[in-house]
């Protein structure tokens, strides 16, 4: 939180006010995450899917051939 600068936008005036995270969980960590698009999510997605099935066919493969 401090790393990122998210007491700039921290809701708590404390924070704000110190220029530093001043609560043990910090409540600004949702607004410092990255938003993704609905097109990018969609793919990164697809790749992941696409990387598991190459992983399965590989290791279904690779004991059917030792058999």
Do not use: H
């Not at 924070?15 to 999510?41: E, G, K, M, N, T």
């Amino acid at each position: 939180c401090d790393a990122n600068r998210g007491a700039l936008y921290c809701p708590s005036r404390k924070c704000r006010r110190a220029r530093r995270c001043l609560w043990r969980a910090p409540i600004c960590a949702p607004l410092l995450l990255f938003q993704v698009s609905p097109a990018r999510d969609r793919e990164l997605t697809e790749q992941v899917y696409t990387q598991m099935q190459l992983t399965r066919r590989a290791a279904v493969t690779g004991r059917g051939g030792a058999s």
